[in-house]
């Protein structure tokens, strides 16, 4: 790893972008089927899932937009594309209004925050997601969800490309396996996002709120 650095600190990545004014909070497909080992999940999505219930606790105390994903398709393929050739067990699982495709409990949305369908990867790929941010301002996009190498780095790609700076508190996402994790959570911070302890980035909000970002408990 220390020869990896070094090429990257030798070519200038990994430079910090840092929070804009006006943050808000995304929340990639914490849906029961990602949550569930013997359907899409496992590995430390459920752990993720605990650490971004405290930052959504903030985040709602701070009034911040929040905006959840939830990956889903119609029952009859009219919504396949080309992602379903590769993982085509994602239809099968994840049909629309079915409880694999519901926000888990434990951070159940509510009334005025966001809940964006989507088909592919990425967040904003075919959705409005990147309007509804722009309408309200938002200059940066706090990403939590899974799976870390999946649509978490979809998401974090394209919201740099859609204008907003990306932040990732690492211990927010999660996937059903180490490897991809850790990796992509390296490359991510060295040429996508900033990837910050939760902890950070709850300074952070403090530093921007100051004040009003005291409560990071859990909300029951």
């Not at 994602?90 to 409990?105: F, P």
């Not at 706090?142 to 990306?166: E, K, L, Q």
């Not at 980035?201 to 530093?207: G, H, Q, R, T």
Request: with cysteine; proline share 5%; charged share 25%.
């Amino acid at each position: 790893m220390s020869d990896d650095l070094e090429i990257y600190e030798k070519q200038g990545l990994g430079a910090r972008m840092g929070f804009g004014k006006n943050p808000a909070l995304i929340i990639v497909d914490f849906i029961n089927g990602f949550n569930d080992p013997d359907a899409f999940g496992g590995g430390n999505i459920q752990d993720a899932i605990d650490n971004t219930e405290t930052l959504l606790a903030t985040a709602r105390h701070l009034g911040l937009p929040v905006a959840y994903t939830v990956h889903c398709y119609s029952d009859d393929g009219a919504e396949d594309g080309i992602f379903n050739l590769k993982m085509p067990r994602l239809r099968e699982g994840l049909i629309r209004g079915s409880h694999a495709t519901q926000v888990v409990d434990q951070l159940e949305p509510r009334a005025g925050e966001r809940i964006v369908e989507k088909h592919f990867p990425s967040a904003f790929s075919g959705t409005d997601l990147a309007s509804w941010l722009a309408m309200k301002q938002v200059d940066t996009a706090i990403v939590t969800g899974c799976t870390t190498s999946g649509c978490v780095r979809a998401t974090v790609v394209d919201s740099m490309g859609n204008g907003f700076r990306p932040i990732v508190p690492k211990e927010c996402v999660g996937d059903r396996a180490e490897g991809p994790h850790e990796a992509n959570l390296f490359d991510m911070d060295q040429k996508y996002a900033d990837v910050m302890a939760l902890s950070e980035v709850l300074e952070e909000l403090d530093a921007l709120y100051p004040g009003q970002a005291q409560s990071s408990d859990k909300e029951g």
